[in-house]
């Protein structure tokens, strides 16, 4: 049994800006205008996209300035850090490396690409199917240059794919 007011007053929903349908729907319920939440939306998205941009630059440092003798979350030293940014960015890069070799380099891609499209676009297309296919893509390739025979200057034991 079910309590139903005469008072228009308790019969609609708390907090419905456009509430209409009175909490018959499992529509959410807006707080904000529609012209407020999508000046909101697309500025995270501006944000987002300046995020992957930042993230793919600083992966890419790090790989740039990669260097052997730095010490890493598998080897400590003594030694100063060669790479640019620092401890973090040696460890970063050494992970990448080991993990899915030159192919970590080609993996920040499409974050730059993506990072472009919410920042021009503010949205990713189909973005699910994206990120799948990075994914497979990213293993795929590291699979590739494991397949490339090792050269003596390479001193990463995992080869040119990696461990993975």
């Given at each position: 049994?079910s309590?139903?007011?005469?008072d228009p007053?308790f019969?609609?929903?708390?907090?419905?800006?456009?509430?209409?349908n009175h909490?018959?729907s499992?529509?959410p319920?807006?707080?904000?205008p529609?012209?407020i939440?999508?000046?909101?939306?697309?500025a995270?998205n501006?944000?987002?996209?300046?995020?992957?941009?930042?993230?793919?630059v600083t992966g890419?440092?790090?790989?740039?300035?990669w260097?052997?003798?730095?010490p890493?979350l598998a080897?400590a030293?003594?030694?100063?850090?060669a790479?640019m940014?620092?401890?973090?960015g040696a460890?970063?890069s050494?992970?990448?490396?080991r993990?899915?070799g030159?192919?970590?380099?080609?993996a920040?891609l499409?974050l730059?690409?993506?990072?472009v499209?919410?920042l021009?676009?503010?949205?990713v297309a189909r973005w699910r199917v994206k990120l799948?296919?990075?994914?497979?893509?990213?293993?795929?390739?590291s699979?590739?240059?494991?397949?490339v025979?090792?050269?003596?200057?390479?001193?990463?034991p995992?080869g040119?794919?990696g461990?993975?």
């Open positions: 049994m309590f139903q007011s005469r007053a019969s609609q929903a708390p907090f419905a800006a456009h509430g209409t909490g018959t499992h529509e319920v807006r707080l904000l529609d012209q939440e999508e000046s909101l939306r697309g995270f501006r944000l987002a996209g300046v995020a992957l941009i930042v993230l793919a890419w440092i790090s790989l740039l300035t260097s052997i003798d730095d890493t080897r030293g003594a030694m100063p850090t790479n940014l620092g401890t973090t460890a970063l050494d992970i990448l490396l993990g899915f030159l192919a970590s380099a080609f920040m499409p730059v690409l993506w990072g499209s919410l021009a676009r503010q949205r799948s296919l990075w994914l497979v893509g990213v293993f795929s390739l699979g590739a240059f494991a397949a025979p090792l050269v003596q200057a390479w001193r990463i995992h040119f794919g461990l993975f």
